[in-house]
């Protein structure tokens, strides 16, 4: 079966993933690109910036402009196959003989005639920051799944494993679903949850799900490459969407002992 990623280029929360699903044996899963926007698409660079400063702090900002720069800095070697560590989507492309490309919206028509020419079987999001539209969501024959970190109809939206965590949830939960127009919707191919460590952090605990994610992706793409997948409805009326935390939604899930990093 061959797919496409689309994603964003996060070396901080999304690049676990990929360095976890590539340690894999693929078996027939062929990867014929890793398509991947700008972080949080067309998010203001300086909204994020303040926004990310009022989650993490100054301080905490500091520590993650750090990882950062060392990450890019990192990503410039060439790196194996059988590296210890990637640094960026793109060296694990050249490491694999993956095509990579940065990307704007994946929506635009000259995007979505490049992944037809791809001829995948299956699109894949992971953390891509534009809602997909109908157009390309069906231009596969297998059509388009999504990875979304928390047990769906739940906690849909921005964030979702702050959420969780904010509203005293003892595990975050994980859901792999087919996609539709609408946001986190579609139906279910899998879902799990993970515990919640005591005093873990928001950082630690994202990236440890990624990982995590990274597996159940594998289990869910072996499933429908083997049309062995078993579906199940996502219960709309069951459902709560949430946005990017407020300074005051931050402000208390500190107030109740949570860290961020």
């Keep these: 079966m061959r797919i496409v990623f689309l994603t964003q ?20 899963i062929e990867v014929a690109a890793i398509l991947s926007s700008k972080t949080m698409g067309d998010r203001g660079r300086l909204k994020l910036l303040n ?44 490491a694999f003989g993956i095509r990579y490309a940065a990307i704007g919206n994946p929506n635009r028509e000259e995007h979505r005639r490049e992944i037809a020419a791809l001829a995948p079987d299956l699109l894949v999001s992971i953390a891509c920051p534009h809602i997909l539209k109908n157009a390309l969501l069906e231009l596969p024959p297998l059509g388009s799944i999504n990875i979304h970190h928390a047990p769906l109809p739940r906690y849909k939206g921005m964030m979702p494993t702050f959420w969780q965590m904010y509203h005293g949830e003892t595990h975050v939960g994980l859901t792999i679903h087919t996609m539709s127009a609408r946001v986190d919707e579609g139906s279910a191919l899998l879902q799990e949850q993970l ?67």
């Design 51 to 94: 926004e990310l400063r009022c989650l993490y702090g100054t301080w905490g900002l500091g520590r993650l402009l750090v990882r950062m720069s060392a990450s890019r800095a990192m990503a410039r070697l060439p790196a194996s196959k059988t590296a210890k560590r990637f640094y960026s989507l793109a060296q694990i492309c050249r």
């Design 9 to 28: 280029e996060d070396p901080l929360y999304v690049l676990p993933f990929f360095d976890e699903f590539f340690r894999q044996d693929l078996g027939d």
């Design 195 to 261: 515990p919640i460590g005591d005093r873990e952090t928001l950082d630690s605990l994202i990236r440890r799900t990624k990982r995590h994610g990274a597996h159940c992706m594998l289990s869910a793409l072996r499933q429908i490459a083997g049309r062995s997948q078993r579906t199940s409805s996502l219960d709309g009326a069951l459902g709560s969407y949430f946005t990017f935390p407020t300074p005051k939604d931050i402000k208390e899930f500190r107030r109740r002992g949570l860290r961020a990093i």
